[in-house]
Every structure is written in structure tokens, then in C-alpha cells.
């Protein structure tokens, strides 16, 4: 019963993330780009105020998953980084601290980049 409680919450909290998402799409002239990124800064703005991790405590990959998580991981990163290396950590701790997610979306990309033909529209 627990494991389907935390699978309950990560999908309440990540769905809730989306459809904020959703009605920024359809109720707004933003484009998705721009959307993307504000998902990134707010994440990162939420948790330098120490409000996302909270979120992140009670929803798991709920909330580290969406973009909003991304930003909260570069937020993170810098802040271990600044606390190790000084004011050099605001220029490396973001990218450490989320360079297995990037690697991987690399790796998954060139693969699926392998296998698939393009075609054109």
C-alpha cells in the first residue's frame, strides 16, 4: 500500500506540473519554448527559496522529473558547489550537478538518431 501511495502523490504532483503546463499552452500566446524555460526557472527560483524541496520530499519523481526538477538540480548543484569551491561553484556546480541527465539525453538522441531515418516535411 505505501509503494502505490508514492506512485499516487509522484502522479497528483507531476500532473498538476503538466497541466499548469497545458493552460499556459492553451490560454496564453507563449510559445512553448518560452513555457519551457520559465518550468526551469521557476524550479530553480522555488528551490534557491528552499520551497521545492519540500515538494520534492513529498511527491519524488513527480517533481524531479518535469522541468521544474531540472531547474531544481542546476539550484542544487551550484549551491553544493558554492559551499566546496567558493564563488567558482556558480559557474560549475549546475553543470555537474545535471551532467548525467544531459549525457544521457545525448546518448539517447544519437541512438535514436542511428536507428530512425529522417524524413522530410
Do not use: N, W
Request: aromatic share 8%.
Amino acid at each position: 500500500m505505501q509503494v502505490f501511495l508514492e506512485f499516487l502523490k509522484a502522479f497528483i504532483i507531476g500532473g498538476l506540473i503538466c497541466v499548469v503546463g497545458q493552460i499556459l499552452i492553451d490560454k496564453t500566446k507563449l510559445t512553448p519554448a518560452r513555457i519551457l524555460v520559465a518550468f526551469v526557472v521557476t524550479g530553480t527560483v522555488l528551490s534557491a527559496i528552499g520551497l521545492y524541496q519540500p515538494i520534492v520530499d513529498f511527491a519524488g519523481a513527480g517533481a524531479t522529473v518535469p522541468l521544474t526538477g531540472f531547474g531544481h538540480i542546476l539550484a542544487k548543484g551550484v549551491k553544493k558547489a558554492i559551499e566546496e569551491d567558493g564563488l567558482l561553484g556558480v559557474l560549475t556546480g549546475g553543470l555537474s550537478s545535471a551532467a548525467g541527465g544531459i549525457s544521457a539525453s545525448i546518448i539517447c538522441g544519437f541512438l535514436v538518431a542511428l536507428i530512425f531515418k529522417p524524413k522530410v516535411k
